[in-house]
């Protein structure tokens, strides 16, 4: 491929907490300019330390050819999930506002590698492909950011981003830890937050199951009732 072609990368960061939003990012690079972010060791977020992703989130941000990031909040998920929208659906409308994005501003990848989140990648890449307003070659695969640069890159942006919006939550409204479901600093802060308020936070994804087993945990009624019996 030359060295001027444009590749792209897409990935995503907080598909898993139930607390807080989920970031996807599309970012797209010169191919001559990859073997320099390699060097710089951009690889998927999830090996680096935080203070090694802050820095490599200005390098990347200096290198990319465009890269957008896409904000859900738990609320968005939260009405996309009760109109039945499931969470692959989310992300697939996701990634492609992203890409979309960049192709109306003018940067048109080549070809897009972006990491699945669908048991079938080849299904995942063509529902995104489908969505898209240019003529654009997407491959989707499991484990894409550790495996192709560009979507490390994007995996670092999102992942970034969305620490720094985690970091905002705590700093309104208190330590709720990883936010993670198995994270007990988590469960104890929605407990609390229960307790306390008499419902769960806004940023908290209603549909997720560990909402039920908290409620049933406390005792309390089932989301959408206003007694046990």
Request: with cysteine.
């Amino acid at each position: 491929m030359p060295v001027d072609a444009i590749v792209g990368g897409a990935d995503e960061a907080g598909r898993g907490p139930v607390l807080g939003p989920m970031v996807v990012c599309a970012a797209c690079f010169r191919e001559g300019d990859v073997p320099g972010l390699q060097e710089q060791g951009v690889t998927d977020s999830k090996r680096l330390s935080p203070k090694r992703r802050e820095e490599l989130c200005d390098v990347i941000a200096r290198v990319a050819c465009g890269f957008e990031l896409v904000v859900l909040s738990a609320v968005e998920i939260n009405e996309g999930m009760a109109a039945g929208t499931n969470l692959n659906d989310i992300e697939v409308a996701a990634f492609a506002r992203a890409i979309n994005a960049m192709i109306r501003r003018g940067t048109i990848p080549h070809t897009m590698w972006v990491d699945s989140a669908d048991v079938k990648p080849n299904r995942f890449g063509e529902r995104i492909r489908r969505l898209l307003c240019a003529r654009v070659a997407v491959n989707a695969s499991h484990n894409a950011d550790a495996t192709y640069t560009a979507v490390g890159a994007a995996s670092i942006l999102a992942k970034v981003t969305r620490d720094r919006l985690v970091r905002d939550l705590a700093a309104q409204h208190g330590d709720f830890g990883s936010g993670y479901p198995s994270d007990p600093k988590t469960r104890a802060f929605l407990k609390a937050y229960y307790h306390d308020h008499g419902g769960f936070p806004p940023f908290a994804r209603a549909e997720w199951k560990t909402l039920d087993a908290l409620r049933k945990e406390m005792g309390a009624p089932p989301a959408g009732q206003t007694r046990l019996f």
